[in-house]
């Protein structure tokens, strides 16, 4: 059953719809009916990005109120469990935030989104998206979500005061430069070079490491087959990954990453693999001494995850929701809430004014570089997969056990790898 105040909601929004359309027809604009828009952007560049386009879509769409179900936690953990307790409960938000790609998988399959073709053809996204990136999100005939912006996760962050400190004053290009580094900071003094956070961080970094021993196409193999994580490719890559993991900090099972990017700021660590939302932290902390580079070896990989919203099956206002993706989908949406939130704009047409350097530099790299999905942030890999992976990552933290890493990542593709 849904609450009281959801079913108010869809007859209000029954009898709105009599008077104006999705996006208001001009014909009653005091008509008011409420999109539930469910996310877990409660603070800092995200909620600043979500209010912009709260605020577009209050201009763009008459009639329609913003509504926030937001539900604070680090990369949405909480806000899925409560978001999944609501679907099983019948009682859907009219559009929900997710991760574009195979993290939607389990959603479709339940019947709880609806497909939005149609709408990619009449909001001109086929057009406006890079091709690699529609087929990622098309599952079947369908595409069941659309991008408010693209965030790139293989950069690393950089404090350039300790760096120098140490004497180290150029960009490592290959892996054994990465190491050697964290091997001179060691010895300089800095007992955790590397700053590090728990499972999915864990998982990011992993996964920054396999793109450069396996290249962008064995990389992305991993996830639909063609590459097979039991080979000695992915061995090697775990020993990289293991002599990287022995300069993090020792407690990084119990921290979030903006905790381990404080690590960072205040000159504790050097590095830190974390994806370009670490820009807003830097900002939020007036902290300005610091270089970004692509993880060494990744080449002109974009390993991308994008925001993104769905129209769910059990919405109480669809034409509302409609409304709210179409703002999300439009340039000029697009542009408002990436210069916020310090992402990029997923579609290629969208301006760039307001955007940062480091956002510009992002956007030139999107359009002519190698787009790669990530596990760790649901774009290759289904939700179940992504939690099988961050517990065999928590394990082999405490354990160290190469072969045991190996062979439950192993496990874990052959139980959720979809055979075509």
């Known amino acids: 059953m849904r609450s009281t105040g959801r079913a108010l909601a869809a007859v209000v929004g029954a009898a709105a719809l009599l008077l104006a359309s999705a996006c208001g027809s001009g014909e009653d604009d005091t008509a008011t009916t409420t999109v539930e828009v469910f996310t877990w952007w409660a603070d800092g560049g995200e909620k600043a990005g979500l209010d912009a386009l709260a605020d577009l879509f209050a201009s763009a769409c ?26 099983q409960h019948n009682d859907a938000p009219d559009t929900f935030q997710v991760h574009a790609g195979a993290e939607l998988l389990d959603h479709i399959d339940a019947g709880q989104v609806q497909d939005l073709s149609a709408e990619y053809g009449t909001w001109g996204l086929r057009d406006a998206l890079p091709a690699g990136l529609v087929a990622d999100l098309t599952v079947g005939d369908g595409i069941y979500s659309v991008p408010a912006g693209v965030h790139r996760a293989n950069v690393v962050w950089a404090n350039d005061q300790v760096l120098a400190d140490a004497g180290i004053l150029t960009v490592p290009k290959t892996m054994d430069e990465f190491i050697g580094n964290l091997e001179r900071l060691r010895r300089s003094g800095v007992e955790s070079p590397l700053a590090l956070g728990r499972d999915w961080t864990q998982l990011m970094l992993l996964e920054s490491v396999l793109i450069s021993d396996l290249g962008p196409k064995r990389f992305s193999g991993l996830f639909t087959g063609t590459t097979k994580w039991d080979g000695k490719p992915v061995r090697q890559a775990i020993g990289d990954f293991a002599r ?64 993104s919203f769905v129209l769910t099956t059990d919405a109480a206002n669809p034409e509302g929701a409609r409304c709210w993706l179409r703002t999300v989908a439009s340039p000029q949406g697009q542009q408002a809430f990436n210069r916020r939130k310090g992402s990029i704009p997923a579609r290629t047409d969208a301006p760039t004014d307001g955007l940062s350097e480091y956002q510009l530099e992002a956007v030139s790299i999107w359009q002519s570089g190698t787009p790669v999905p990530s596990c760790a942030h649901g774009s290759a890999c289904s939700q179940p997969w992504q939690n099988a992976a961050n517990a065999a990552l928590g394990a082999f933290s405490t354990s160290g056990d190469a072969a045991a890493l190996q062979s439950a990542l192993t496990a874990a593709a052959k139980q959720f790898i979809r055979q075509p």
């Not at 008459?62 to 909480?78: C, D, I, T, W």
């Not at 504790?268 to 902390?285: F, I, P, R, S």
């Open 62 to 87: 008459p009639g329609q109120r913003f509504e926030s179900g937001v539900v604070a936690g680090g990369a949405g953990v909480n806000a899925k469990q409560v978001l999944n307790a609501r679907l």
């Open 244 to 307: 990287i993991l022995e300069f993090s900090n020792t407690d990084r099972d119990s921290l979030d990453w903006p905790d381990a990017t404080r690590l960072l700021i205040d000159g504790k660590a050097a590095y830190q693999l974390m994806g370009d939302w670490v820009a807003a932290e830097m900002a939020a902390a007036t902290f300005n001494g610091y270089d970004t580079f692509t993880f060494p070896g990744n080449g002109k990989a974009f390993q991308w995850m994008a925001d």
